[in-house]
């Protein structure tokens, strides 16, 4: 049984999952040993996500921040996804079984939750730690998850290509130009959205096109345009991986959150960062294209940039945690 300030501490922590346009698509409801976790359909996105599948995910990450949040505190959990089928909504049910002391692996998890972050700007040129892919996948795998580094030159080429034209469709798009201006905060107090400052700057010289959040029109006047006369950037080489599931519905989305929870925090404790890549997914015919051009069996949930940071992230604004959770 946990009460109202320890169920908080744990919900602190699941509000630091990363969630698309930082929409923090959640609420919970904590009772004694039991915390459970529903999306909020007063922030959907109908034009980036009209299925509802990254806030499912978005979701699921939470899902698994509040496991790693529980361990640490030296509560061992486990988690029924879609616990109602008749409540669609409530994704996912955490519940503490028992007391256990927190393993060394728990308590550098929980440290990563607060020094994670989307890291959009450009990685630096070396390679990913020998065997982080290898253990990422087995991590994945947990959550029935499978992990596809993106290493071929003919995989890399498809996702570029289909990268790009996502980004070129989205962008023509009014409606998904308004969600995103929507979204998009100047201010850096901000409790959700996307801040300006968390944008890079400048030109990319990269295969693997970050998301114009300010582009097409929607905000021409947050960033600053380049000179003409600057010098070309330097050329791009992230890892990048792909999260994918047999099945395609919501107790796969949850599952996949909460994978892709688990290998942020990984990514993170070894020192490196991630930003997704996801403009090649939020449409069926992309995600339909993506899984024909790259032969996959099953369904792409995730596309991740990995590398180690140039620079210090900015850290994104969170509701206060009275908002989104109820204690009963
Ligand atoms: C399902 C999902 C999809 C996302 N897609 C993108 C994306 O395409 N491009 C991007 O730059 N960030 C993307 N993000 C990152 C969110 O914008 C980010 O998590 C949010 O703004 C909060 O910031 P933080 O991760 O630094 O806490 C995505 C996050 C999730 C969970």
């Given at each position: 049984?946990?009460?109202?300030?320890?169920?908080?501490?744990?919900?602190?922590?699941?509000?630091?999952?990363?969630?698309?346009?930082?929409?923090?698509?959640?609420?919970?409801?904590?009772?004694?040993?039991?915390?459970?976790?529903?999306?909020?359909?007063?922030?959907?996105?109908?034009?980036?996500?009209?299925?509802?599948?990254?806030?499912?995910?978005?979701?699921?990450?939470?899902?698994?921040?509040?496991?790693?949040?529980?361990?640490?505190?030296?509560?061992?959990?486990?988690?029924?996804?879609?616990?109602?089928?008749?409540?669609?909504?409530?994704?996912?049910?955490?519940?503490?079984?028992?007391?256990?002391?927190?393993?060394?692996?728990?308590?550098?998890?929980?440290?990563?939750?607060?020094?994670?972050?989307?890291?959009?700007?450009?990685?630096?040129?070396?390679?990913?730690?020998a065997g982080l892919l290898d253990q990422?996948?087995?991590?994945?795998?947990?959550?029935?998850?499978?992990?596809?580094?993106?290493?071929?030159?003919?995989?890399?080429?498809?996702?570029?290509?289909?990268?790009?034209?996502?980004?070129?469709?989205?962008?023509?798009?009014?409606?998904?130009?308004?969600?995103?201006?929507?979204?998009?905060?100047?201010?850096?107090?901000?409790?959700?959205?996307?801040?300006?400052?968390?944008?890079?700057?400048?030109?990319?010289?990269?295969?693997?096109?970050?998301?114009?959040?300010?582009?097409?029109?929607?905000?021409?006047?947050?960033?600053?345009?380049?000179?003409?006369?600057?010098?070309?950037?330097?050329?791009?080489?992230?890892?990048?991986?792909?999260?994918?599931?047999?099945?395609?519905?919501?107790?796969?989305?949850?599952?996949?959150?909460?994978?892709?929870?688990?290998?942020?925090?990984?990514?993170?404790?070894?020192?490196?960062?991630?930003?997704?890549?996801?403009?090649?997914?939020?449409?069926?015919?992309?995600?339909?294209?993506?899984?024909?051009?790259?032969?996959?069996?099953?369904?792409?949930?995730?596309?991740?940039?990995?590398?180690?940071?140039?620079?210090?992230?900015?850290?994104?604004?969170?509701?206060?945690?009275?908002?989104?959770?109820?204690?009963?």
């Open positions: 049984m946990l009460d109202q300030a320890q169920w908080t501490q744990v919900v602190e922590q699941a509000v630091r999952a990363p969630s698309i346009h930082n929409t923090q698509p959640w609420t919970f409801t904590a009772s004694g040993d039991r915390l459970e976790v529903r999306r909020d359909t007063a922030r959907v996105l109908p034009a980036i996500d009209p299925t509802g599948r990254q806030q499912v995910l978005s979701c699921g990450v939470a899902v698994q921040f509040a496991v790693v949040a529980l361990r640490a505190s030296g509560c061992t959990a486990e988690v029924e996804v879609l616990p109602d089928p008749a409540d669609p909504e409530h994704l996912a049910t955490v519940r503490v079984l028992g007391r256990a002391e927190p393993s060394a692996a728990d308590v550098r998890a929980a440290a990563a939750i607060g020094a994670r972050h989307t890291d959009r700007a450009p990685f630096l040129a070396e390679p990913l730690p990422l996948q087995v991590e994945a795998g947990r959550d029935g998850v499978w992990l596809k580094p993106i290493g071929r030159v003919e995989e890399e080429t498809a996702v570029a290509v289909l990268l790009d034209q996502g980004e070129q469709l989205e962008q023509r798009d009014p409606a998904y130009l308004a969600e995103l201006q929507a979204w998009l905060r100047t201010d850096p107090d901000a409790p959700d959205g996307v801040p300006v400052a968390s944008l890079p700057t400048g030109d990319r010289a990269t295969n693997y096109v970050v998301r114009d959040f300010a582009g097409g029109g929607a905000a021409p006047d947050v960033l600053p345009t380049p000179a003409d006369d600057d010098p070309p950037p330097p050329v791009e080489h992230p890892s990048v991986v792909l999260l994918g599931t047999a099945a395609d519905d919501r107790p796969a989305w949850v599952r996949a959150g909460m994978a892709l929870g688990r290998l942020l925090l990984t990514v993170t404790d070894a020192g490196l960062a991630a930003s997704p890549l996801t403009q090649a997914l939020d449409q069926g015919w992309a995600r339909n294209r993506l899984t024909a051009r790259l032969g996959l069996v099953g369904h792409p949930q995730m596309m991740l940039r990995l590398g180690r940071p140039s620079g210090t992230p900015v850290t994104s604004g969170r509701r206060p945690v009275g908002e989104v959770l109820r204690v009963g």
